[in-house]
């Protein structure tokens, strides 16, 4: 069965810290890896994974995918209260089929 | 660019009642999906639609739950009747036809089955 794992499910920070989320996959066919944050509404999107050891880097968050251990993980940087959501990882096994984990909620305390 | 729009936003329902969504995604995207997501939980696909063909199906519940695409743009989402265990975000996304794009979400239909 195809499954994607993110971990922790809840995290708790301080403003100013430095996160790092975990996302594990076991799929049957891998095309490319995404990361989506959702608040209260739509997921959108953040980043898009295709090869081994390419840091994708968005100001203070970056991405980065392990295709041999099968793994990615999103950091983010001098955390702020905007970056409180929970953070979705997506494996896409091709033709747009995409199979979500059941995401992080992180919350960021002032 | 507009997004993808979908309505209502929240719904409320009875038990064994009906209910359908509405999804419009965005303009000269061929490929259309409904999800469902559970509180705490990932998006689920119920159905992908490439214009208005299904490309795939496989855990949408066929027998309360049914999605059309007649003209290859709109898209409506419909369960009937509705379980309590149907209480979920039904979202809407829509991407261009490659593997390579990302997926493009709406802001989802909150249901609750009562």
């Known amino acids: 069965e195809d499954k994607v794992v993110q971990s922790p499910l809840s995290l708790v920070v301080h403003e100013g810290d430095t996160v790092t989320l975990n996302c594990s996959y076991e799929v049957t066919n891998f095309r490319s890896l995404l990361w989506y944050k959702q608040e209260k509404k739509a997921p959108t999107f953040l980043f898009m994974l295709t090869s081994s050891g390419i840091e994708k880097k968005s100001g203070r968050l970056s991405s980065i995918l392990d295709k041999k251990e099968l793994f990615s993980i999103l950091n983010i940087t001098a955390t702020q209260t905007g970056d409180s959501a929970v953070y979705l990882c997506?494996?896409?096994?091709?033709?747009?089929?995409?199979?979500f984990g059941q995401g992080t909620r992180l919350t960021i305390n002032p | 660019e507009a997004g993808v729009a979908q309505s209502p936003r929240y719904k409320i329902i009875e038990k064994r009642q009906s209910v359908a969504f509405w999804c419009n995604p965005i303009s000269g995207h061929a490929t259309l999906y409904w999800y469902q997501q559970i509180l705490g939980q990932g998006p689920k696909l119920l159905i992908q639609f490439q214009n208005n063909g299904v490309v795939d199906d496989s855990q949408l519940p066929k027998d309360r739950f049914s999605a059309e695409r007649l003209k290859g743009v709109d898209s409506t989402l419909k369960i009937q009747p509705a379980k309590l265990e149907d209480s979920a975000v039904y979202l809407c996304?829509?991407?261009?036809?490659?593997?390579?794009?990302?997926?493009?979400f709406g802001p989802g239909t909150r249901l609750t089955v009562t």
């Open positions: 996304a829509s991407s261009h036809v490659s593997s390579d794009y990302e997926q493009y």
């Open positions: 997506a494996v896409n096994q091709g033709a747009q089929k995409l199979v």
